[in-house]
């Protein structure tokens, strides 16, 4: 058995998966040893102040420390940390990577919006290939990406600075959302019948409101509904009878909107939302790439 590792720094939390995989992963299984959630708010310094502060570079570098002890203990073969939207645009995140490197020996990659679209991309197109037409829509705290998907094929996808934490506080403007309107209709005029796959926390936590099971459709009427539902509802009724995280019940309702919007953009009628996140695209191009991923130092 092979075992992987993935971290995602993302502008509202930090991710950890480790995997185990037979050695001949022809059947592509993967086994999941551990998978940690850190609620460390990136995005919430970035988009305001352009930098990481002080005190958060220090928490991203203890939850990296503990990250490195789980691998270890896990004895990961390879591991690949991926950083996004905060990090991308942080004007001290060369200092704070060589800080890692210089404690910790580990390796930090800051990825494109495009690059991280299509790393989770690549498994709708495996996995998802008998839905002909697919508007893949990643929400992060400071980044969506958007992907098209036709018969298997990606078509164009793009990123766009419209993310959570950005709604939050009001650093979105009204071109942004015109520019993400018009590249919607504009790449999706040709095809009919469009559905809608999710990606992200957010996603996951609309999924267990929804009571569905994993990849069955949700119409758009009824995720207005819980839209609605969740408008209703104060910040401490969503984290107390809704059972959200604190770092959840706030950000769940501006990701919300960004998936009607997108399906009203489209025409798509239904969102399937699989509960996969960056980390488990990063896994699998993990196994499928000999060159991608580093090894763990002591």
Same mark, same amino acid.
């Given at each position: ?18 995997? /185990?995989?037979?050695? &001949? ?10 998978? #940690?959630? !850190? ?24 939850? %990296? ?21 905060? =990090? ?11 800080? #890692? ?20 991309? &690549? ?15 990643? #929400? ?21 600075? +419209? ?7 009001? %650093? ?14 504009? &790449? ?37 509904? +819980?839209?609605?539902?969740?408008? =209703? ?5 969503? !984290? %107390? ?9 706030? !950000? ?9 919007? /997108?399906?009203?953009? /489209? ?5 399937? +939302? ?25």
């Amino acid at each position: 058995m092979k075992k992987y590792a993935a971290i995602d720094i993302g502008s509202n939390a930090i991710r950890l998966l480790i995997v /185990s995989v037979p050695s &001949n992963n022809s059947l592509k299984q993967y086994r999941k040893l551990n998978l #940690v959630r !850190v609620p460390i708010r990136l995005g919430g310094d970035v988009f305001i102040k352009n930098k990481i502060s002080k005190n958060k570079g220090n928490q991203l570098i203890d939850a %990296l420390k503990s990250f490195k002890i789980l691998m270890n203990i896990n004895k990961v073969d390879k591991y690949k940390i991926c950083a996004t939207s905060a =990090m991308r645009e942080a004007s001290n995140s060369k200092k704070i990577i060589k800080a #890692v490197y210089d404690k910790l020996k580990l390796n930090i990659n800051i990825i494109t919006g495009k690059e991280e679209a299509s790393v989770i991309a &690549n498994i709708f197109i495996k996995d998802y290939n008998h839905y002909n037409n697919l508007l893949y829509i990643d #929400v992060g705290g400071g980044s969506t990406e958007l992907t098209i998907i036709n018969e298997g094929n990606i078509i164009a996808s793009k990123s766009f600075k +419209i993310g959570t934490v950005r709604m939050l506080n009001n %650093l979105i403007n009204e071109n942004i959302w015109l520019e993400y309107k018009n590249w919607i209709k504009d &790449n999706t005029e040709n095809y009919d019948n469009i559905s809608t796959i999710a990606s992200g926390g957010n996603a996951n936590k609309l999924l267990r409101i929804s009571e569905k099971k994993i990849a069955e459709p949700i119409s758009i009427s009824l995720l207005k509904e +819980i839209y609605e539902d969740l408008k =209703m509802h104060s910040f401490e009724e969503r !984290v %107390l009878k809704l059972n959200l995280n604190p770092d959840r019940a706030d !950000v769940i309702i501006p990701a919300t909107k960004i998936y009607l919007r /997108s399906m009203k953009f /489209s025409n798509s009628k239904k969102i399937i +939302i699989p509960r996969i996140g960056l980390v488990d695209g990063i896994i699998r191009k993990i196994d499928s790439n000999k060159n991608y991923g580093d090894k763990l130092s002591k």
